[in-house]
């Protein structure tokens, strides 16, 4: 079995949601999760073996933020996802017959998903 690679400040759900990671390789998955209100966050760190039967983790949100309008991405297998407005707030396409799809779905299916462009004068920086 191929034990998954997680990226540090990728956002999962692991029974506790939005945990952010803060190491995730090897066989270990540390993360941290809110213990307080979001108003006045306070952090606890925890360490799990995400390959353990009882353990279930969700992809929700790339580890380089919540995609923009124009961005565009890469999964897992090389397909590329560009970043679209659509009612409800912005979505991914990867240009075929379908979508586009809500970005958690993108991520929990094909992630991590790795920023390879983003609009300069919007602040952003290119990835890969």
């Known amino acids: 079995?191929?034990?998954?690679?997680?990226?540090?400040?990728e956002i999962l759900d692991i029974t506790i949601r939005n945990a952010r990671v803060i190491e995730g390789d090897g066989g270990r998955l540390v993360y941290e999760y809110s213990t307080i209100g979001r108003d006045d966050p306070t952090y606890a760190r925890a360490a799990i073996q995400p390959w353990a039967d009882s353990v279930t983790i969700t992809?929700?949100?790339?580890?380089?933020?919540?995609?923009?309008?124009?961005?565009?991405?890469?999964?897992?297998?090389?397909?590329?996802?560009?970043?679209?407005?659509r009612t409800g707030g912005v979505q991914l396409h990867d240009g075929g017959t379908g979508g586009?799809?809500?970005?958690?779905?993108?991520?929990?299916?094909?992630?991590?998903?790795?920023?390879?462009?983003?609009?300069?004068?919007?602040?952003?920086?290119?990835?890969?």
Request: overall charge negative; proline content about 12%; glycine content about 12%.
């Open 59 to 85: 992809r929700v949100m790339p580890a380089a933020g919540e995609p923009r309008l124009g961005d565009l991405w890469k999964d897992v297998r090389g397909v590329l996802w560009l970043a679209v407005q």
């Open 1 to 9: 079995m191929t034990e998954p690679n997680y990226q540090p400040n």
């Open 100 to 128: 586009p799809w809500p970005i958690t779905q993108v991520q929990g299916t094909y992630g991590p998903l790795a920023l390879v462009y983003r609009d300069p004068v919007d602040g952003g920086e290119t990835g890969e």
